[in-house]
């Protein structure tokens, strides 16, 4: 049914425009140019720790993105990474259907108002792409 309304298409370049906006914003927080307690609900206490979870962030958005870019054939890697792809999507659906629900219970506004809704976006874009 989501077929229907949710071309493959869209579903990629949607994604992959997301992600890639995800990668600016945490490079952003990383060179400090953005306060960081705009992410990770706030709850960090120390530059140490933003710093760390901002360079797992950083890195694990780019797999993401690479991953899709796999999934899509934007990207060719060898050694069976097709099908890694797929079973990828449905681990990054559930990322952001996780992702979603943490954003709705964190005490930040922003993750709630902002984040909230762009990691449901991003749950449907993978599920469509999961389901290619």
Known sequence: M????????LAAYTIIALLSLLLIFHLVILLGIA????????QLETQGQRLIMEIVAFIFTALMLLMVLVRMDFVKLGGGMKNFSHTAM??????????????LSSP?????????????????????????
Do not use: D, Q
């Open 35 to 42: 306060p960081g307690n705009m992410v990770w609900g706030g």
């Open 108 to 132: 930040s506004m922003v993750e709630k108002a902002v984040f909230g809704p762009i990691a449901l976006i991003m749950a449907i874009f993978a599920y469509r792409l999961a389901m290619r």
């Open 2 to 9: 989501l077929k229907k309304y949710i071309s493959l298409k």
């Open 90 to 103: 449905w681990v990054i659906f559930v990322f952001f259907v996780l992702n979603f629900v943490g954003n």
